[in-house]
C-alpha cells in the first residue's frame, strides 16, 4: 500500500509539473490521483436533489420562498418600477407558499418570518397588472390566506430615512472590533443560554445571500463540548477548557445549482463575525476555530452531529466569560495600503 501511494505521488508530481493548467486537465488530474473535491461534491449532489426532487420537503420549500420573496422586495424598490414582474417565478413562490403555510401558521416561531412571506406578496399583487401566470398565482395566493394578519405593522420595504437612529459612531465600532479577539481562556462558569440567544438573534440580521440563510447554530455545552472539542486540529492546549462550543453547519439543501455551492461559506463568515461581536457586548468572549476539509475529521463530525448529507461544519467558535488573566495573541493587522485598492 505504501509502495502504492508513492507511485501516485510522484505520477501526480509530474503531471502537475508538465501538463498546463486548464478544465480537463484538472479534472483528469482530481480523478486520478486527489479525492479532495468528492466530500463536497457529495454535499451538493445530496442537497440539490434534496432542493429540486423531494417535494415534501417543507425546508427546500421555505429556502425557495425566503430567496423568491426577497426577490419581490428589490424589485419592488427599483427605479423606475415595472408595471408587472416576476411573471417567470411567482407561480413556485406561491407552490412554495401552499407547502409552508400550513406548517408555520401553528409555529410560534415562525410567525414574523410567515408575515414578512405574506405582506410582500400582498404588496406584490397590489403593484402589478395580474394577467397569465400572475393571476393564476393571485388566485392560488387567495386561496391560502385563511385569517388576515392583525399586526399594524407592515412587513414590506421601507424608506431609508424610516431606519432605527445609531446610538453609536465609528470611535466606538472601532473600539468594539479591537477589543473582540480571540480567547482561549475561560472562566469555570456557566454561560446562560439567553445570553448566546440573544447574540444569534443580532448575529442573525447579518446579510445573506437571497435572505436565505442557509446555515444552523448547534451549541454544545459540557461533555458534548468536551467530546466535539477534540475534533478539531487547532483546540488541542486550550480545548478542556472551554465552556461551550458553537458549530456553524452549512445547508447545501438551500441551493438548486452548483454555481452556489459557495454561498455557505460567504454567508457563514457573514453572520458568525456578527456572532462573536455580539457576544463581546454581553460580556463573553470567543475563539473562531479552523475547520480545513480532512476527511478523517468531517467523518468524526458527520457521527458527532448526525448531520445530513448535505449538511457541512463551516467553522466553529470556543465561547465563554474571558479569564482575565489569559493571555491573547496582540495579531498585529495588516496596514490599510496593502489591503486596498481603488479602482
Same mark, same amino acid.
Given at each position: 500500500?505504501?509502495?502504492?501511494?508513492?507511485?501516485?505521488?510522484?505520477?501526480?508530481?509530474?503531471?502537475?509539473?508538465?501538463?498546463? @493548467?486548464?478544465?480537463?486537465?484538472?479534472?483528469?488530474?482530481?480523478?486520478?490521483?486527489?479525492?479532495?473535491?468528492?466530500?463536497?461534491?457529495? =454535499? %451538493?449532489?445530496?442537497?440539490?436533489?434534496?432542493?429540486?426532487?423531494?417535494?415534501?420537503?417543507?425546508?427546500?420549500?421555505?429556502?425557495? +420562498?425566503?430567496?423568491?420573496?426577497?426577490?419581490?422586495? $428589490?424589485?419592488?424598490?427599483?427605479?423606475?418600477?415595472?408595471?408587472?414582474?416576476?411573471?417567470?417565478?411567482?407561480?413556485?413562490?406561491?407552490?412554495?407558499?401552499? /407547502?409552508?403555510?400550513?406548517?408555520?401558521?401553528?409555529?410560534? @416561531?415562525? $410567525?414574523?418570518?410567515?408575515?414578512?412571506?405574506?405582506?410582500?406578496?400582498?404588496?406584490?399583487?397590489?403593484?402589478?397588472?395580474?394577467?397569465?401566470?400572475?393571476?393564476?398565482?393571485?388566485?392560488?395566493?387567495? $386561496?391560502?390566506?385563511?385569517?388576515?394578519?392583525?399586526?399594524?405593522? @407592515?412587513?414590506?420595504?421601507?424608506?431609508?430615512?424610516?431606519?432605527?437612529?445609531?446610538?453609536?459612531?465609528?470611535?466606538?465600532?472601532?473600539?468594539?472590533?479591537?477589543?473582540?479577539?480571540?480567547?482561549?481562556?475561560?472562566?469555570?462558569?456557566?454561560?446562560?443560554?439567553?445570553?448566546?440567544?440573544?447574540?444569534?438573534?443580532?448575529?442573525? *440580521?447579518?446579510?445573506?445571500?437571497?435572505?436565505?440563510?442557509?446555515?444552523?447554530?448547534?451549541?454544545?455545552?459540557?461533555?458534548?463540548?468536551?467530546?466535539?472539542?477534540?475534533?478539531?486540529?487547532?483546540?488541542?492546549?486550550?480545548? @478542556?477548557?472551554?465552556? %461551550?462550543? =458553537? %458549530?456553524?453547519?452549512?445547508?447545501?439543501?438551500?441551493?438548486?445549482?452548483?454555481?452556489?455551492?459557495?454561498?455557505?461559506?460567504?454567508?457563514?463568515?457573514?453572520? /458568525?463575525? /456578527?456572532?462573536? +461581536?455580539?457576544?463581546?457586548?454581553?460580556?463573553? /468572549?470567543?475563539?473562531?476555530?479552523?475547520?480545513?476539509?480532512?476527511?478523517?475529521?468531517?467523518?468524526?463530525?458527520?457521527? *458527532?452531529?448526525?448531520?445530513?448529507?448535505?449538511?457541512?461544519?463551516?467553522?466553529?467558535?470556543?465561547?465563554?466569560?474571558?479569564?482575565?488573566?489569559?493571555?491573547?495573541?496582540?495579531?498585529?493587522?495588516?496596514?490599510?495600503?496593502?489591503?486596498?485598492?481603488?479602482?
Amino acid at each position: 500500500m505504501k509502495i502504492i501511494k508513492r507511485i501516485r505521488r510522484i505520477l501526480s508530481t509530474y503531471y502537475l509539473k508538465l501538463l498546463p @493548467s486548464n478544465g480537463p486537465v484538472a479534472a483528469l488530474y482530481y480523478f486520478l490521483f486527489d479525492s479532495s473535491f468528492v466530500r463536497e461534491m457529495k =454535499a %451538493v449532489y445530496s442537497g440539490k436533489r434534496q432542493h429540486v426532487f423531494t417535494p415534501d420537503h417543507v425546508d427546500s420549500h421555505r429556502f425557495t +420562498l425566503r430567496r423568491n420573496v426577497h426577490r419581490l422586495e $428589490k424589485a419592488l424598490i427599483m427605479r423606475p418600477r415595472r408595471e408587472s414582474f416576476a411573471a417567470d417565478y411567482i407561480g413556485e413562490t406561491i407552490t412554495s407558499l401552499a /407547502s409552508v403555510y400550513p406548517v408555520d401558521k401553528t409555529d410560534p @416561531s415562525r $410567525k414574523n418570518e410567515l408575515k414578512w412571506f405574506m405582506d410582500v406578496l400582498g404588496s406584490y399583487f397590489d403593484s402589478v397588472t395580474k394577467k397569465g401566470p400572475i393571476e393564476k398565482a393571485y388566485e392560488q395566493f387567495t $386561496k391560502i390566506i385563511t385569517s388576515p394578519s392583525s399586526s399594524q405593522i @407592515s412587513s414590506i420595504p421601507f424608506k431609508r430615512s424610516d431606519s432605527p437612529v445609531l446610538p453609536f459612531g465609528y470611535e466606538e465600532l472601532f473600539t468594539l472590533f479591537k477589543r473582540r479577539r480571540s480567547v482561549r481562556w475561560f472562566l469555570e462558569k456557566s454561560v446562560e443560554r439567553d445570553l448566546i440567544d440573544k447574540a444569534i438573534l443580532a448575529a442573525l *440580521q447579518s446579510p445573506s445571500a437571497c435572505n436565505r440563510q442557509p446555515f444552523e447554530f448547534r451549541i454544545l455545552e459540557d461533555d458534548r463540548c468536551k467530546e466535539v472539542s477534540k475534533i478539531p486540529m487547532g483546540m488541542s492546549g486550550y480545548g @478542556s477548557n472551554v465552556p %461551550v462550543l =458553537a %458549530v456553524l453547519v452549512g445547508k447545501l439543501d438551500a441551493y438548486f445549482d452548483e454555481r452556489d455551492r459557495h454561498v455557505i461559506y460567504v454567508d457563514g463568515g457573514l453572520v /458568525s463575525m /456578527s456572532f462573536m +461581536l455580539a457576544l463581546e457586548t454581553l460580556g463573553l /468572549s470567543s475563539c473562531p476555530i479552523n475547520w480545513p476539509d480532512i476527511e478523517r475529521l468531517e467523518r468524526k463530525m458527520d457521527l *458527532q452531529l448526525n448531520l445530513s448529507p448535505w449538511e457541512r461544519p463551516i467553522m466553529l467558535m470556543a465561547i465563554g466569560y474571558p479569564d482575565p488573566d489569559g493571555g491573547i495573541p496582540y495579531s498585529e493587522k495588516s496596514p490599510l495600503e496593502a489591503m486596498c485598492r481603488y479602482n
